[in-house]
């Protein structure tokens, strides 16, 4: 993996419905800078109300990056985001612009800092027998084959299965010995300092992702899952691993009713939450700010900047 440039950047990172874009926003106005999402599912292109894809005056009040990306129903993966998001801050440092890199994926910022390892590149057709698969059986083999992985991976998370079962087929050697080895520490020098995220009390977080899911729906997530659908995206596709759709499709298919699913929706997504803070907690360090229901964006921006003036 080539260098990274060495932009002017800040990492602005956090659980889901923290305020981290509203944040960003106001970063980037002050720095003169661009947002570049780091965010596994707003990379496709008609995901929109379910991925809470910024809006089309947010992104005329600032530039945004590395969103609509592909189409839902092809491949795409954190290889792919790294050769993007480095083409990305290479012109925003040739631009001697700044870059807010705003986002919950945490597997994409650690892969961005810290390098993706040896693991091969995915293959098309692999992936798409993968997907079929159930993953009741993806993850007996992977049992099998890699217990160091098998203990240590999100088993509800088919996407993360189904890769790393695609590299032990590929290479015929365990997935945990091709990944990138990463630390709490070692980061390049530009995120040093700069490292960002933003936490709140668990019922005020909990009030701002119920208030989330029922905007979504009364936006049209139901519409455009059922769009998605139509246009042909596969059940066993990656974009249908977003939060939110793969409910909305069983609610389509009759498996249960509407209040039951939006329920579900707010359900799932406390869950992927709380995963989430465990894992920036674990695996990133960040200088954390937690944030009142009272306090409004730009004095959390204020105090980014004022940490970082504070550093040089």
Not at 21 to 39: F, T, Y
Not at 162 to 188: C, F, H, K, M, N
Not at 207 to 218: C, G, K, S
Not at 285 to 294: G, N, T
Request: charged share 30%; net charge positive.
């Amino acid at each position: 993996m080539p260098p990274l440039p060495e932009t002017r950047l800040v990492v602005l990172a956090g659980p889901t419905a923290s305020g981290k874009s509203e944040v960003a926003l106001e970063l980037a106005e002050r720095l003169q800078g661009e947002i570049v999402s780091v965010d596994s599912m707003q990379v496709y292109r008609g995901m929109d109300i379910g991925t809470a894809k910024p809006t089309p005056p947010d992104r005329a009040r600032v530039p945004h990056h590395l969103l609509d990306v592909v189409e839902p129903w092809e491949p795409f993966d954190v290889a792919r985001f790294v050769e993007l998001a480095q083409q990305v801050l290479a012109d925003l440092a040739r631009r001697d612009k700044w870059a807010i890199l705003c986002g919950g994926t945490g597997l994409y910022f650690k892969a961005l800092g810290q390098g993706l390892g040896n693991a091969p590149a995915p293959d098309p057709e692999l992936r798409a027998r993968l997907e079929a698969t159930p993953l009741a059986e993806l993850l007996q083999e992977l049992a099998e084959r890699d217990p160091v992985t098998y203990a240590r991976i999100d088993r509800r998370n088919p996407r993360r299965v189904v890769r790393a079962v695609e590299v032990i087929r590929l290479t015929g050697r365990p997935y945990s010995e091709q990944r990138a080895r990463w630390s709490l520490e070692d980061w390049p020098t530009c995120w040093q300092g700069r490292m960002f995220g933003l936490s709140r009390r668990p019922e005020d977080l909990r009030q701002r992702i119920n208030a989330r899911v029922d905007r979504m729906f009364q936006l049209g997530l139901v519409e455009e899952t059922r769009r998605l659908l139509q246009q042909g995206v596969r059940p066993g596709s990656t974009a249908w691993q977003a939060l939110g759709y793969r409910q909305v499709r069983e609610f389509l298919e009759g498996r249960r009713s509407l209040t039951e699913t939006v329920a579900l929706v707010k359900l799932r997504t406390r869950q992927f939450a709380k995963r989430q803070m465990t894992w920036f907690r674990g695996q990133m360090p960040l200088d954390w700010l937690e944030v009142s229901p009272e306090t409004p964006p730009s004095t959390v921006a204020e105090s980014i900047l004022s940490r970082l003036d504070d550093r040089g």
